[in-house]
């Protein structure tokens, strides 16, 4: 059974009555989004750019036909809305944690196209699959080992199968690697502190002299690398194959992938290490 979406009510743009009539009452397959909404962002550069055109996407996936929709409920499936709008300017940003608020104000003035999973302020999603209650941190979703851990509880096959459904629409949103994600961190046991040169995950890495660990860029890039490193910052060179923990970088290992990860509140900070990754 293909899922579809209903236009009508998941593509509403803040403004433009022309965009409202074209999705309107329509019920399109998900992957014919993305190159509807990239032809009206085309359409829009002459708008000032400080204007952002919103477009919110409703992932409905309640349609499994695996084993296990024999008994499906009612209220099955994983509902999730993502945002998909114009910033002032630069990368593709992808901010895939709802709770870290301090990422999504600085990809406002430093990105140009940015990618946003709206989960009502968690950082997990959540969901119902024949009447019984799963969650899943949506940046360890993207690989089939990622899925099996980050899965609370432990998943039947057919809420992993939803999921990796899930995790195709989501990557096929964000629309690939070349990207900048961004990510707020609370200052505790996840840092810089976190890479040793040598692991397995880590090419090298830079401490730069006055910068607290909490604030670094994530990057398999070489050149990437040494360009945060002679600004000051500091950085992370991530392995062309890093350990397999399902996250978006380790999709996207080996490709121009940038992650910017900032203390929480430090939005000024993140956006001038947003200007620095264009």
Known sequence: MACAIDAGEVAKPNRGLAVRRQFYGRSLPFEQFGAIIE??????KGLTMQISTTMTILLTL????????????SGDGIKTKIKISRGAGGPRCVILHDNENSASKAARSGCGKIVELAN?????????LSGKKYSFDPNRIFTASGRAATMR??????????????????????????IVALHNNAGGSYSLASYRKGDRNTADVHRAAGQSRANFFLTASKSKFNRF????YNAVLQKRRPANDGSLSVRCAGSGYVNIEALRGQTALQKRMLRLAR
């Open 229 to 232: 490193k002679a600004a000051g």
């Open 120 to 128: 009502g302020g968690k950082r997990r999603v959540s969901f119902r």
């Open 39 to 44: 032809e009206q962002f085309r359409r829009q």
């Open 62 to 73: 309640g349609c499994v036909s695996t084993a296990g929709a024999a008994n499906a409920q």
């Open 153 to 178: 509880p432990r998943s039947s096959k057919a809420a992993q199968r939803l999921v990796a459904e899930y995790a195709r629409k989501l990557f096929s949103a964000i629309g690939g690697c070349n």
